[in-house]
Nanobody, 127 residues
Framework: QEQFVESGGGLVQPGGSLRLSCAASGFFLENYAITWFRQAPGKEREEVSCISSSDRSMYYAESVKGRFIISRDNVGNTVHLQMNGLKPEDPAVYYC????????????????????WGQGTQVTVSS
């Protein structure tokens, strides 16, 4: 069964860094675009970043540009999200997701189009 397991969340002070990981099982994520989402309490799920299967295209939400970096480790079948300069508006549950027919990133794709999700990892930013 295809699934993701996210890890790396935690509590960090403003300005700090975290590295999230998204490990895939049941399929090889190198063949697909992988997207990170986040959802804060009372808010809609928000796209944060995506990396295409070829690694030739990536995108970032405006709110995280210049601070977050997405990368993939195909040997480890894992995608990472390096989050630097964390701000009070970044806390959320972070999820990775894939639509197992897409190799390219498609910003704004309805979340119902994604057929593999992880359980999420909590990120908290507080002094």
């Amino acid at each position: 069964q295809e699934q993701f397991v996210e890890s790396g969340g935690g509590l960090v002070q403003p300005g700090g860094s975290l590295r999230l990981s998204c490990a895939a099982s049941g399929f090889f994520l190198e063949n697909y675009a992988i997207t990170w989402f986040r959802q804060a309490p009372g808010k809609e799920r928000e796209e944060v970043s995506c990396i295409s299967s070829s690694d030739r295209s990536m995108y970032y939400a405006e709110s995280v540009k210049g601070r977050f970096i997405i990368s993939r480790d195909n040997v480890g079948n894992t995608v990472h999200l390096q989050m630097n300069g964390l701000k009070p508006e970044d806390p959320a549950v972070y999820y990775c997701a894939a639509d197992l027919v897409r190799r390219a990133c498609v910003y704004g794709l309805p979340t119902r189009q994604y057929n593999v999700w992880g359980q999420g990892t909590q990120v908290t930013v507080s002094s």
